[in-house]
C-alpha cells in the first residue's frame, strides 16, 4: 500500500531552464515563467509541493517540507509562509519537529479571522509519528488542534483540509482507522476529533482504501473524496461521497474497462464538483492509451457514467497526475503533470470544453495544483528556480 508521502516525495531533477514552452497541437512558443520567488533551502523554506492560496490583498500562503532551521537531521522541519504581491517572503512559522509536528507538504486552509490550518506528515504521537492538524494565528502562534496516534482516530494525513461555515474541518487520513486503511475524519472547532467513516469496512475494500485526498462538500453537506486503492477491483481505486451522517456510497470504481484500466486507476487527488452536480478529478495511473498510458483526467456524472477526457502519454504530454484539477468560467480544465516529455520538466496543462490540450512547461516538478486568480494560474514547483530549492510560480491562462 502507498504510504501517505511516498507518491509526494520528488527525485531532484536539477532543472535551470528560465523560459515556458507552450506545447500545442501544431506548434510550440516560448513564453517566460513568472517565477514570483526562489527559495533558498535554508531558513526560508525548501521543496514546497503545495501550491498556493491567497487572501484579498494578492497575498500567497503556502508551506514547504523542508527549510525553517536545522533540525529534522539538518534539513529544516518545514515552514509556512507567506509571499507579498512585491515579492517578499516572510515564514510565518518554522517547525520544530517535536509535539508542534514537521514536514507539511499540503496546501493550506484560511478563514474570515486569518487563521491558517493545514496537516504535517509527522508529529509526535502517543504510539507513533503519525501526523498532526494545526492551526497559525495571525500573530504567529501555532497551535496543535490533533495529534494522530496510528489507531482508531488514523495516521499519516496526505492532503489538505476543508473548512465549513461553522469552523469545522474535515480531511482524510491514508492509514490508520478502525480497519487500518485510512479514515475521513472531522475536527470541530473545540479542537475535539471524531471519525466520520473508517475505510475497508467491506469485504475487500469495496469500500475503498487509502484516501490521499482531500474533500469538497456540496450544498447539502455531503463530503466527496477518493481512495486510491480498494473497490471494484482493489488496486482500482474509487470516487465516493459520505454523507454526514456517515453513510459513504462508492459512486465509482476504477479499473472496470480493460486492458490496462482504460477507465484509470489509483485516482490521488480530490475531485472538482461543477454547476450541474458531475465530478471532475485525474488518476495516477490507467488511460486509453494501452501501456503508453500513464493517468487521465475523467469526469464522473451525477448518474455515476465515467468519460475519460483525457489519457496522459510520457511521449507526449505528461505523466502520472499527483494533483487534481481546477475548472474556469470558460469551462476550461486546468491541472498539473509533475513530467512531461516534451517540455524537459514538469507542466501545467489545459484541456478545452473540446478536448484539445496545451501545455504550459514549467522549470522543474510540480504535482501541487493550481489556482486561478485574475487570468493568472499560480502553484509552486517543488525544485528548479534559482537556487535549485523549488520556486512559486504564475502563469497567464491564455
Known amino acids: 500500500m502507498l504510504r501517505s508521502f511516498d507518491i509526494f516525495r520528488k527525485a531532484t531533477l536539477g532543472c535551470g531552464l528560465a523560459l515556458m514552452i507552450v506545447v500545442t497541437a501544431g506548434a510550440a512558443q516560448a513564453r517566460p515563467v513568472n517565477i514570483l520567488y526562489s527559495f533558498k533551502g535554508g531558513n526560508d523554506g525548501a521543496e514546497s509541493v503545495s501550491g498556493v492560496i491567497s487572501d484579498s490583498q494578492g497575498n500567497l500562503y503556502g508551506t514547504t517540507p523542508r527549510g525553517g532551521g536545522n533540525g529534522c537531521g539538518g534539513l529544516g522541519c518545514g515552514t509556512v509562509f507567506k509571499l507579498a504581491p512585491d515579492g517578499t517572503e516572510t515564514v510565518l512559522y518554522a517547525f520544530q519537529g517535536g509535539s508542534d509536528g514537521y514536514s507539511p507538504f499540503t496546501n493550506l486552509v484560511r478563514n474570515k479571522s486569518g487563521n491558517l490550518y493545514g496537516v504535517t506528515l509527522g508529529g509526535t504521537g502517543n504510539n507513533c509519528s503519525c501526523g498532526t492538524v494545526f492551526r497559525l494565528a495571525p500573530d504567529g502562534t501555532e497551535a496543535v488542534l490533533h495529534t494522530f496516534s496510528g489507531g482508531s482516530d488514523g495516521a499519516d494525513p496526505a492532503a489538505g483540509l ?54 469538497i462538500a456540496d450544498k447539502a453537506g455531503n463530503l466527496y473524496g477518493t481512495t486510491s486503492y480498494g473497490g471494484s477491483i482493489i488496486e482500482g481505486g474509487t ?54 498510458s500513464s493517468g487521465t483526467v475523467f469526469k464522473l456524472a451525477s448518474d455515476g457514467t465515467e468519460t475519460v477526457l483525457h489519457s496522459f502519454s510520457p511521449k507526449t504530454d505528461g505523466s502520472l497526475p499527483q494533483s487534481g484539477v481546477i475548472i474556469d468560467k470558460a469551462g476550461d480544465i486546468f491541472g498539473t503533470t509533475s513530467q512531461a516529455l516534451a517540455c524537459g520538466s514538469g507542466a501545467v496543462y489545459r484541456l478545452s470544453p473540446g478536448g484539445s490540450e496545451k501545455l504550459f512547461c514549467v522549470p522543474s516538478q510540480t504535482d501541487a495544483s493550481v489556482m486561478d486568480r485574475n487570468g493568472y494560474l499560480y502553484s509552486t514547483g517543488d525544485v528548479g528556480g534559482k537556487y535549485d530549492e523549488g520556486f512559486v510560480f504564475a502563469i497567464k491562462k491564455h
Not at 181 to 195: C, D, L, M, Q, W
Not at 264 to 286: C, E, F, W
Open 239 to 292: 470516487v465516493f461521497r459520505l454523507a454526514l451522517d456517515g453513510t459513504e456510497s462508492v459512486l465509482y470504481s476504477f479499473c472496470q474497462v480493460q486492458p490496462n484500466c482504460q477507465d484509470g486507476q489509483q485516482p490521488v487527488a480530490g475531485v472538482t464538483l461543477d454547476q450541474a452536480g458531475n465530478l471532475y478529478g485525474t488518476t495516477y495511473q490507467g488511460g486509453a492509451l494501452d501501456d503508453e
Open 162 to 215: 476543508l473548512l465549513d461555515n461553522h469552523g469545522n474541518l474535515y480531511g482524510t487520513t491514508a492509514n490508520g482507522g478502525a480497519n487500518g486503511k485510512g479514515t475521513v475524519f472531522r475536527i470541530a472547532p473545540n479542537g475535539a476529533e471524531s471519525v466520520m467513516y473508517a475505510f475497508c469496512a467491506q469485504a475487500n475494500c469495496t469500500d475503498g482504501a487509502a484516501p490521499l485526498s482531500a474533500l
